[in-house]
């Protein structure tokens, strides 16, 4: 009987694979690394490339990671693969865009007044307009 | 009384609103398994990732990331609120908010700065209304399916100003989806970190198979073998988690919604009903009065003559 790993490839969004296999072959940080059944623990920044699953079968699974971590223990493999490609300068440039965001929602607070906003105004005015119709009912009682 | 033709108008009024609630309720039913086939998809990385930080931090590296150390002078927080983007979900949003108020207000009186970034259009609305506290990051219309990368943005911002010292403290609020009636609206320590020794036991009893046979701790020491290094290994994984952990939250307020617009639009329909219901009863009183007035005038006409 062949030994075997378990492996694991998930995401952030979803479960990729599962499953056992004989070796799995990853484009790790500083090289290419196959890890067969057990490899003594290790974990490694992943560079965007292939993950290549040995399945017992003999079969050859690929799958594609844009990035993301390698964590090897002797008897499972985990890849933590990201969710798309992503970069310092990317996230640098979402985290300004989240700003800029903030920024403009806080310029507009005296402008266009936003749909959410008025709702809540209306609320607000519906509850005191209720309450007024209280009053009067008990003051004609 | 009310003439007939004007409960007419009030009835078919009413019965085109239940229209409209039975509709959302249905289509909050329907989306309530995506979302929450979303939330369990999700689950392996996050734990994955727990995993992983839970050993390297008591791994032997003599390493400590600030992510990881708890400051004792607290001069300023953040709070990452994940809200909804719509209404008509009942108090799902007011009541997440009234539990924050509070703490906030908390580190305002003890003179603590409050940062807060917003997740979703109503958080934005409502947090832009608020006075004294600074809105620094936000992102709205996730939509039906979040993407992590839709997040990525405020979660950087906050992450930054933690590292930089801007902030001793990071909270992530959300409503915790606990079953189609009941969300619980959960305001969670983000950074640093709360890896207590109990939550390490408890990972350890949980039986992680890929642990089984290597005894954390107790004298067989063992360590990973760090491509490039410990820290640069470390970093990646810590922000991969917290992003992780972030788009979790995200996940259970979307089901949270839904499940909280279902129940609200249920009920919603269901006094639609008793609204028609009493209003047919009117009509038909009314009717009939305006009958019976009829025939006693066409009676008292007729013995008049």
Redesign the interface.
Known sequence: MTQTIRVDIVSAEAEIFSGEATMVVATGELGELGVTPRHAPLITRLKPGHVDVLLASGERQQFYVSGGILEVQPQVVTVLADTAARAADLDEAAALQAKKEAEEALANRSEAIEIGEAQAKLAEAMAQLQALERLRKNLKH | MASGREIKTKIKSTQNMRKVTRALEMVSAAKIRRAQD?MK??R???R??RK?IAH?AQASTDFSHPFLTQRDHVARVGYIVVSTDR?LCGGLNSNLFRRLLPAIAEWQRQGVQVDV??IG??A???F??LNGIN??????HLGEKP???QL???I??MM?SYTANGLDRVFLAYNDFINTMTQKPTVDALLPLPLAASELEALEEAGE??????KLGQGHE???????DAQ??LE??MG?YI??VV?QASLENLASEHAARMVAMKSASDNANKVIDELTLVYNKARQAAITQEISEIVAGAAAV
């Open positions: 979303l998809a999700s392996p990385y996050a994955s990732m992983v390297v209404g970034v917003a259009q109503k934005i609305a409502f832009r209304r809105l620094v990051g936000s992102v709205g993407k992590l990368e990525v943005g405020v950087k911002v930054d198979s890929a642990y089984a046979g290597i063992w360590d990973y073998i760090y491509e490039p640069a290994v990646h994984v991969r992003e992780s788009y």
